[in-house]
T-cell receptor
Framework: AQKITQTQPGMFVQEKEAVTLDCTYD???????LFWYKQPSSGEMIFLIY??????QNATEGRYSLNFQKARKSANLVISASQLGDSAMYFC?????????????FGTGTRLTIIP | EAQVTQNPRYLITVTGKKLTVTCSQN?????MSWYRQDPGLGLRQIYY???????DKGDVPEGYKVSRKEKRNFPLILESPSPNQTSLYFC?????????????FGEGSRLTVL
C-alpha cells in the first residue's frame, strides 16, 4: 500500500480562489510528521508547512494551512487567495518514527496551475 | 546564508563513466540524505547518514555509493552509471531531532546518462 497518496495529478484554479490539495497517509506508528513541499519549475524543493502527529492544532504558515484529520489519515494543504506564483508541483511527505533516519516518504505530487 | 549546495547542477555523461555529485551544508546538521526524483514516482531516498562515518541504505541504493568523512559533506558516487540512473537528484540535511520539522534541500542535480 502507498504510504502517501496524492490523488490529484493536476489542478487548475482561478487566481484569488482558495485551493485544497489532497493528501492521505498510511502508518501504524503513533509518532510521525507530515510535510508539504513546493517545487516550482526551477526545480528546487521549498518547505511550506509541517504537522506533527501529536500537535493539537492545525499548522498554519501565512497563506498555507494544513487540514489535519488524524482519524481519516488525511493532511490536506489549503492555500488561501491563490496567486500566479503558486503555480508549481506540490508534494506531501511523511516522516515516521524510524529512529535516526529522518527519511521523508513522498507522494507522487500534484501539479497546480493558477489561471489569471 | 544557510544552505545546501550541490554540484554539478547539470551533467550529461555516458554509461560506465564514474561520476561524483558533491553536497555540502553549512548548518552543522548531523543528518544528510540523498533522494532521486522521477516522474510519477515522487522522491525516493537513496542513502542517508546520521553523522560522520555513519551511513546506511535508503529505499533505492543500488548503483550508488556515499561517504561521510566530514560533517558538512556527503558526496554521492556513481561508480558505473547506467541510463536508468538518469534522474533529478537532491541532497538534503537536518538536525537529528525529531521535534524539528524541516528537511533542507539542495537545488538539485539533473543527471543524464547516455
Amino acid at each position: 500500500a502507498q504510504k502517501i497518496t496524492q490523488t490529484q495529478p493536476g489542478m487548475f484554479v482561478q487566481e484569488k480562489e482558495a485551493v485544497t490539495l489532497d493528501c492521505t497517509y498510511d502508518t501504524s506508528d503513533p509518532s510521525y510528521g507530515l510535510f508539504w513541499y513546493k517545487q516550482p519549475s526551477s526545480g528546487e524543493m521549498i518547505f511550506l508547512i509541517y504537522q506533527g502527529s501529536y500537535d493539537q492544532q492545525n499548522a498554519t504558515e501565512g497563506r498555507y494551512s494544513l487540514n489535519f484529520q488524524k482519524a481519516r489519515k488525511s493532511a490536506n494543504l489549503v492555500i488561501s487567495a491563490s496567486q500566479l506564483g503558486d503555480s508549481a508541483m506540490y508534494f506531501c511527505a511523511m516522516r515516521e518514527g524510524n529512529f535516526g533516519n529522518e527519511k521523508l516518504t513522498f507522494g507522487t505530487g500534484t501539479r497546480l496551475t493558477i489561471i489569471p | 546564508e544557510a544552505q545546501v549546495t550541490q554540484n554539478p547542477r547539470y551533467l550529461i555523461t555516458v554509461t560506465g563513466k564514474k561520476l561524483t555529485v558533491t553536497c555540502s551544508q553549512n548548518m552543522n546538521h548531523e543528518y544528510m540524505s540523498w533522494y532521486r526524483q522521477d516522474p510519477g514516482l515522487g522522491l525516493r531516498q537513496i542513502y542517508y547518514s546520521m553523522n560522520v562515518e555513519v551511513t546506511d541504505k535508503g529505499d533505492v541504493p543500488e548503483g550508488y555509493k556515499v561517504s561521510r568523512k566530514e560533517k558538512r559533506n556527503f558526496p554521492l558516487i556513481l561508480e558505473s552509471p547506467s541510463p536508468n540512473q538518469t534522474s533529478l537528484y537532491f541532497c538534503a540535511s537536518s538536525f537529528s531531532d525529531r521535534n524539528t520539522g524541516e528537511l533542507f534541500f539542495g537545488e538539485g542535480s539533473r543527471l543524464t546518462v547516455l
